[in-house]
T-cell receptor, first 113, second 115 residues
Framework: ETGVTQSPTHLIKTRGQQVTLRCSSQ?????VSWYQQALGQGPQFIFQ???????GRGNFPPRFSGLQFPNYSSELNVNALELDDSALYLC????????????FGPGTRLTVL | AQKITQTQPGMFVQEKEAVTLDCTYD???????LFWYKQPSSGEMIFLIY??????QNATEGRYSLNFQKARKSANLVISASQLGDSAMYFC????????????FGTGTRLKVLA
């Protein structure tokens, strides 16, 4: 058990809808990263938040956005859902230093119909 | 650009035997970190082992060891005394950058342990 939780576990949406995924950080971890893992692939970095500010972004369009809250929990929002957004979404938290290991939550499996 | 390559899509190993999962990486950074994660069918990424680029000793964690060959840019995972519960996807990852702590993942190796 990493102490990182995500909700919901599974989600089904239709094309064009909006979705919000949530992640609760492990105690003491102030950095959260979000990854998208398509079927049969490795996770791809979406973005990272450090102390409520975006701290880097991968090659994802602006309809992928995020928030981090004062308690370091986080949200991933995706607007105008597309079929290709169907994937496992993983959040990972880590402590304050760059050498800290990222610990992952169980993921949210999103299906877009 | 940084890159992780895992050339073995799938591997089989007999229970109680050792297995090596290959990982090569490409980076121009002098300081970097290498990780191995296990992903069972449930989906959660489980951290197994870490190797820093300046670490002189190969990392070990229980039955897991990392065979780090810096000149060859390889970071192979060795699992000793395989167990049925080791059947899963295994991902090699590299930490990129000093400010944004993002990880780059390989495509993974599916390991099946045979009874």
């Amino acid at each position: 058990e990493t102490g990182v939780t995500q909700s919901p576990t599974h989600l089904i949406k239709t094309r064009g809808q909006q979705v919000t995924l949530r992640c609760s950080s492990q105690s003491g971890h102030n950095t959260v990263s979000w990854y998208q893992q398509a079927l049969g692939q490795g996770p791809q970095f979406i973005f990272q938040y450090y102390r409520e500010e975006e701290n880097g972004r991968g090659n994802f369009p602006p309809r992928f956005s995020g928030l981090q809250f004062p308690n370091y929990s986080s949200e991933l929002n995706v607007n105008a859902l597309e079929l290709d957004d169907s994937a496992l979404y993983l959040c990972a938290t880590q402590g304050a230093t760059s050498t800290d290991t990222q610990y992952f939550g169980p993921g949210t499996r999103l299906t877009v119909l | 650009a940084q890159k992780i390559t895992q050339t073995q899509p799938g591997m089989f190993v007999q229970e109680k035997e050792a297995v090596t999962l290959d990982c090569t990486y490409d980076t121009s950074d002098q300081s970097y970190g290498l990780f191995w994660y296990k992903q069972p069918s449930s989906g959660e990424m489980i951290f197994l082992i870490y190797q820093g680029s300046y670490d002189e000793q190969n990392a070990t964690e229980g039955r897991y060891s990392l065979n780090f060959q810096k000149a060859r840019k390889s970071a192979n995972l060795v699992i000793s005394a395989s167990q049925l519960g080791d059947s899963a996807m295994y991902f090699c990852a590299m930490r990129e950058g000093q400010r944004t702590y993002k990880y780059i993942f390989g495509t993974g190796t599916r390991l099946k342990v045979l009874a």
